[in-house]
């Protein structure tokens, strides 16, 4: 049954995210973006990672899409599409091939290697998912999760910039 419903998650992930970056009307695309978020989110929930789904539905669903959303009003959404892409269908399904062949490449060496993940699920009973995710990123991840918040600061302070500029 999980397999089921992570087999069909993934189809839903990759229909919705082919559907996404193929639409021509902004507000379609950001709507098929939608739906990916939460099949990733369904995903999470899959991985016992309750916490991780939360934040994807808060911060992505939630702020982001609602950014874009704002992002596509003030752009027109008259328009089709933002930028003219040439061989648009051929460009996505290149994409779409590197991505098949990514994960198919990562699914082998995990099988070849044999990698587990250092964390276990007693161990997820004992300390706590949120606890345990926070401690991870805080003391293993620290430095890409500062580049991250630098990245978005850079990135804010570029908009604000922009939307200042006449």
């Known amino acids: 049954m999980e397999k089921a419903a992570f087999y069909i998650l993934s189809f839903v992930i ?26 990733v989110a369904g995903i999470f929930i899959q991985l016992n990672a309750e916490f991780i789904a939360a934040t994807q539905v808060i911060v992505y669903a939630g702020a982001i899409l609602v950014l874009y959303l704002f ?17 648009r269908y051929g460009m996505t399904i290149l994409v779409v091939i590197v991505f098949v062949l990514q994960i198919f490449m990562a699914a082998s060496m995990s099988k070849v290697l044999g990698i587990k993940g250092v964390i276990t699920s ?3 009973a004992e300390i706590g998912n949120v606890k345990l995710f926070g401690a991870e990123l805080f003391n293993t991840y620290i430095v890409p999760f500062e580049i991250a918040s630098i990245l978005l600061l850079v990135a804010m302070i570029g908009a604000i910039v922009l939307a200042l500029r006449k």
């Open 122 to 124: 007693e161990k997820m």
């Open 14 to 39: 990759i229909v919705s995210s082919l559907f996404m970056i193929t639409r021509k009307n902004p507000v379609h695309s950001v709507l098929w973006m939608l739906l990916t978020f939460f099949s």
């Open 71 to 87: 992002v596509v009003m003030l752009l027109n959404p008259k328009t089709h599409g933002f930028a003219k892409i040439p061989y």
